[in-house]
Each structure stands twice: as structure tokens, then as C-alpha cells.
């Protein structure tokens, strides 16, 4: 299986950027997707971007595209989410999720989650 570890989040101004990790260690030799989501409190967990084991494939929710940077680096088993230009509306806890298909923008692909990074855009 493979455990995954989020970090990075934290409080930041309107207009601001943080680059969020995951820390990825078991089956990290498996090609497997990897994507991030966010929940805002009462609200349902929402795709936010995805990316192929190669990293050949990135897809975004309209929401962030033009701000959002998903990337990943298989020699340092990790995935990294740059977020730019942050908004009040980006406030949510973020999660990293594996997929065993190339890429998916639903949630139940995946099956191995992280626990989350509280990220807070402040007004």
C-alpha cells in the first residue's frame, strides 16, 4: 500500500502562495495517478487537479486553472501543489490522493489518501 503525508499548508493573505507536499512511501514504484482535492467546512470534497505517473497528463477544476501547478518528482516520491494568486474561497483542507488509473476527477478512484493541510486565505 502506499502511505501519504500532506504538508505545507498554513495561513496566508489574499493574493498570496503556498506550495503544498506530499510525501509519498510504500508502493512508490507503482504507476500509479495522483491528484488533490480540498473540503471547505459543510461543503463536499472537490476535485482540484490531477496528474499521470509520467506527468505527461494535468487536469485542473475551472476553479484554479490559470493558479494552480500540480507537479511530481517519482525520484523524491513526492507531488507538489503551487498555488498562486490565492483567494478566500481557496480556504479548505487540502488532500493528496493515489489512483491505479492513469487520472480521475472522482474521488472514489482513489484509494490511498492522505490526512490533509489546512490551508486559510485571509481577507
Known amino acids: 500500500q502506499v502511505q501519504l503525508v500532506e504538508s505545507g499548508g498554513g495561513l496566508v493573505q489574499a493574493g498570496g502562495s503556498l506550495r503544498l507536499s506530499c510525501a509519498a512511501s510504500?508502493?512508490?514504484?507503482?504507476?500509479?495517478?495522483m491528484g488533490w482535492f480540498r473540503q471547505a467546512p459543510g461543503k463536499e470534497r472537490e476535485f482540484v487537479a490531477v496528474i499521470s505517473w509520467s506527468g505527461g497528463i494535468m487536469e485542473y477544476a475551472d476553479a484554479v486553472k490559470g493558479r494552480f501547478t500540480i507537479a511530481r518528482d517519482n525520484a523524491k516520491n513526492t507531488l507538489y501543489l503551487q498555488m498562486n494568486s490565492l483567494q478566500r474561497e481557496d480556504t479548505a483542507v487540502y488532500y493528496c490522493?493515489?489512483?491505479?488509473?492513469?487520472?480521475?476527477?472522482?474521488?472514489?478512484?482513489?484509494?490511498?489518501w492522505g490526512q490533509g493541510t489546512q490551508v486559510t486565505v485571509s481577507s
Open positions: 490522493a493515489a489512483t491505479s488509473s492513469l487520472f480521475s476527477r472522482v474521488a472514489s478512484s482513489y484509494a490511498y
Open positions: 510504500g508502493r512508490t514504484s507503482s504507476r500509479y495517478g
